[in-house]
Structures are given as C-alpha cells and as structure tokens.
C-alpha cells in the first residue's frame, strides 16, 4: 500500500502555487485583511443580497491579494474603488470599498501583494472580497483556507492501488 498526500481542498493550480503568507499555510485563499468578518455571503435574487464577505479592515490598512494571479481590472465602478485578479482556472476574486489602488489592470501579482488601503476615506471601514469560479459567485469563506497552522494540516493520506 503506498500513501501521498493530498489536498483537501480543489482549487486551480494557479493558487495552490502561490507563495504563503509569512508564517502561514495556505490551502486556499488568504483573506485580504487580518480582520473579521463582520457580514456574511448572502446571496439574494438579482442583484439584491450580499454577494461575497466584508472583513473589519485592520490596523495598517493594506488590503493584500488572496492568491497569485493577474490583475484584470482595477478602477472604479460607480463610487466604488475595486481590483479583480484572475488566479487562472476559471477562479476570480474581488476587492471592493477600497481607498487607493496600488495595481494597474494587466500587473502580475503573488499572494500577499498590496493591492490597495481599507477605504476609510471612502466612508467603509471594511474590505468586501467577492470569490467567483467560472463566472459563478460563491461563498469566500469556503476556499479561504490560510492560517497559522502546520502545512500538513490542509493534507490527507489516500490510499493509492
């Protein structure tokens, strides 16, 4: 019987190849901010609900990329300051309330890269991460899988035959 490791979470490869935060595991996403998540994922018809999840913006302000990717839109959206990154794969994530942008659509980016400040000066304290795979909203919390753990801790053993 021989045994490997394997990841328990499926994510494109683009992310799983991205470097880990400094003294962090990461099988999955990162969470943009070390705050909390102050409003959940909850979806609505049309366009109501909440489409993604707010995290309380912490002490020095950066909003950090969740994974390795390009930079394939950073401007605004009415009043609103957003980058969205495509970490390949069909796999998209988005900032949004943002103060300053600090990346320019088309930049190449890894886990970790500042791409802009908690919009304090917008009148949002929080940073709004929204998780799309193939063009499908889901629940950021089911793939934000960074934390200060073992690396081993995102691997179970199989049994390969």
């Known amino acids: 019987m021989v045994l490997i ?3 328990s979470l499926l994510l494109p490869a683009a992310v799983a190849r991205s470097a880990p935060a400094e003294g962090r595991s990461c099988v999955g996403l990162s969470p943009p901010v070390d705050g909390i998540v102050t409003t959940d994922f909850d979806p609505g018809p049309g366009y109501e609900g909440h489409w993604g999840v707010d995290y309380e913006g912490d002490h020095d302000g950066l909003v950090q990329a969740a994974a390795g990717g390009t930079v394939i839109f950073s401007g605004r959206v009415v009043h609103n300051p957003v980058v969205t ?3 390949g794969g069909g796999l998209w994530t988005s900032y949004s309330y943002l103060g ?3 990346v320019l659509s088309g930049e190449e980016v890894e886990r970790g890269t500042v791409v802009g400040t908690v919009g304090a000066d ?3 304290g929080d940073v709004h ?3 799309r795979i193939d063009g499908e909203y889901i629940d950021p919390l089911r793939v934000v899988g960074c934390l200060a753990r073992a690396p081993s801790a995102g691997l179970r ?3 390969v035959r």
Do not use: P, Q, W
């Open 5 to 7: 490791a394997a990841a």
């Open 85 to 87: 990154i495509d970490h």
């Open 100 to 102: 300053h942008l600090t």
């Open 122 to 124: 917008t009148g949002h």
């Open 129 to 131: 991460l929204s998780v």
């Open 157 to 159: 053993l199989v049994e």
